[in-house]
Nanobody
Framework: EVQLVESGGGLVQPGGSLRLSCAAS????????MSWVRQAPGQERQFVAG???????TYAGSVQGRFTISRDNAKNTVYLQMNSLKPEDTAVYYC????????????????WGQGTQVTVSS
C-alpha cells in the first residue's frame, strides 16, 4: 500500500520553529521527488518546497531562506525544517510525491499524505 504519513505539526508563536516529517512506504522512495504543499482555509493548495530524486531543491519564494527541505533515503523520510515562522504560514501541510522531478503545480502529484496542521499564533 502506497502511504505518506506526516508528523510534527502544532501551535507555535511567531518567530518560532517546527520540523515536519513525512514517512513514505509502498513505493521506491529513491526514485521519487518529494514535496511539501500547504493549504490555508479558503485557499488553494500552494507549493512550499520540493526535493528531486537526485537531491535538487526548489522553494517557493515566500519560504526561501526560512524553510529547509531534506530527505533521508535510508529512512524513506522527507523533512521540512521551518524557522522564523509567520502567522501567514498557518495551514495544513501535506507531503506529496511524484516520479523523479519536482514540479510546483500541486495537481501533478499523485501520492498524498493526510496532512498536519501548523498554526502560527501568539
Amino acid at each position: 500500500e502506497v502511504q505518506l504519513v506526516e508528523s510534527g505539526g502544532g501551535l507555535v508563536q511567531p518567530g518560532g520553529s517546527l520540523r515536519l516529517s513525512c514517512a513514505a512506504s509502498g513505493f521506491t522512495f529513491d526514485d521519487y521527488a518529494m514535496s511539501w504543499v500547504r493549504q490555508a482555509p479558503g485557499q488553494e493548495r500552494q507549493f512550499v518546497a520540493g526535493i528531486n530524486w537526485n537531491g535538487g531543491i526548489t522553494y517557493a519564494g515566500s519560504v526561501q531562506g526560512r524553510f529547509t527541505i531534506s530527505r533521508d533515503n535510508a529512512k524513506n523520510t522527507v523533512y521540512l525544517q521551518m524557522n522564523s515562522l509567520k502567522p501567514e504560514d498557518t495551514a495544513v501541510y501535506y507531503c506529496a510525491a511524484r516520479p523523479l522531478m519536482v514540479v510546483t503545480d500541486a495537481r501533478e502529484y499523485n501520492v498524498w499524505g493526510q496532512g498536519t496542521q501548523v498554526t502560527v499564533s501568539s
